[in-house]
């Protein structure tokens, strides 16, 4: 089982991403799915999350710039980031929480991060 991210780069302030995670493997069911990041000589926090309901939270500092999404049959979360400012730049992770064979749980898997620079 991993997670796969993608879409990160160089933009321009005021630019826009999409970033993708998939995942593979052999996956029972995905619960909540989430996007963090971590920015150079900073701690790692909750950029926005997602139920498996559809319900979505965000951090107040992206909230109305940034938007969650998910596509349940692709088994992916996307996150598409509108008005980008330089204090975005971070390395942007996903994780989810997984059921997989075996355990009667879930459990929260974390992908490999993708690079975000906004530059000014």
């Known amino acids: 089982v991993q997670l796969q991210a993608s879409g990160g780069g160089l933009v321009q302030a005021g630019g826009s991403l999409r970033l993708s995670c998939a995942s593979s493997?052999?996956?029972?069911?995905?619960?909540?799915m989430r996007w963090y990041r971590q920015a150079p000589g900073k701690q790692r926090g909750l950029v926005a999350s997602i139920t498996n309901g559809g319900s979505t939270n965000y951090a107040d500092s992206v909230k109305g710039r940034f938007t969650i999404s998910r596509d349940n049959a692709k088994n992916t979360v996307y996150l598409q980031m509108n008005s980008l400012k330089p204090e975005d730049t971070a390395v942007y992770y996903c994780?989810?929480?997984?059921?997989?064979?075996?355990?009667?749980?879930?459990?929260?898997?974390w992908g490999q991060g993708t690079l975000v620079t906004v530059s000014s």
């Open positions: 994780n989810a929480d997984l059921l997989v064979p075996g355990p009667a749980y879930h459990t929260e898997y």
């Open positions: 493997g052999s996956i029972v069911s995905i619960d909540s």
